[in-house]
């Protein structure tokens, strides 16, 4: 049964602007360390950077709708890779504890961008 589903688009030229603004700092507090490892390692750093905070925001729609949800924070929802390359999501904290009171056992991500624009949509299963 579907419980949530969230969609989300971002700007890859305010990544590009966020990144350049802030670096470091921004990675530091919208991204876990291995998101941070993986977009200063990718030669479309804004793009990918983009699409985790796409997939942050999707998450975060998916999960929504008590006090618990919105008290989410950006590193609650990390963005891995699969052995086959597809991209998932580990939540943790507050995230974690919103989905196990939802009833969630499986989250599905689809993440997409091109030089513009980068979209996440998440769907949450029980």
């Not at 802030?22 to 941070?36: N, V």
């Not at 998450?59 to 990390?78: C, Q, T």
């Amino acid at each position: 049964m579907i419980l949530g589903v969230g969609i989300d688009l971002v700007d890859v030229a305010r990544a590009e602007r966020m990144l350049a603004q802030k670096g470091e700092r921004a990675l530091a507090r919208l991204c876990t360390e291995r998101e941070g490892d993986y977009v200063r390692a990718h030669p479309a750093g804004a793009a990918s950077f983009a699409a985790r905070l796409a997939a942050k925001e999707a998450a975060y729609k998916a999960l929504a709708g008590s006090e618990e949800a919105r008290g989410m924070g950006w590193r609650d929802v990390e963005v891995e890779r699969a052995s086959d390359g597809r991209p998932t999501l580990l939540l943790t904290g507050k995230a974690l504890s919103r989905a196990n009171t939802l009833g969630v056992k499986r989250v599905h991500v689809s993440l997409t961008h091109t030089h513009t624009s980068a979209a996440a949509v998440v769907i949450l299963e029980g």
